[in-house]
């Protein structure tokens, strides 16, 4: 997907200002990377509820929710993706957000596991 913004000069010509590439699914849900989309197909296919998490201006060095799952009996479970790549001060910083993180919390350490178990029943 491709955003934007643009504007029209005085000759009436339009032309982009800023301009970005967004990856995304095939339903349109945007991700950050092979294992963020490998977990929201996981979910997708398990017909479950879930609220996708944007980073918006938070560069990749920064810790955030990748999905917030919404479970059918109203609980809710933030899904946090730890890359194989990461800092120590990433893990030490994502286990602190995970600490104060007041509902449940999932973790996917992608360096030293494949995808755990999730956390919801198939049915």
Not at 83 to 98: F, G, K, M, N, V
């Amino acid at each position: 997907m491709v955003i934007g913004t643009f504007g029209i000069n005085e000759s009436g010509i339009p032309s982009f200002e800023e301009i970005a590439l967004m990856m995304v699914t095939e339903n349109w849900i945007p991700y950050d990377n092979a294992d963020d989309l490998r977990l929201i197909t996981t979910l997708t296919q398990a017909n479950q509820r879930f609220i996708k998490c944007l980073r918006y201006n938070l560069p990749s060095t920064v810790p955030t929710t990748s999905v917030l799952l919404t479970n059918k009996d109203k609980t809710a479970t933030a899904m946090y993706i730890c890359p194989a790549s990461s800092t120590e001060t990433y893990r030490h910083d994502l286990q602190a957000l995970i600490e104060n993180c007041e509902i449940n919390s999932w973790q996917w350490d992608t360096g030293n596991e494949v995808l755990p178990k999730l956390p919801f029943r198939e049915t």
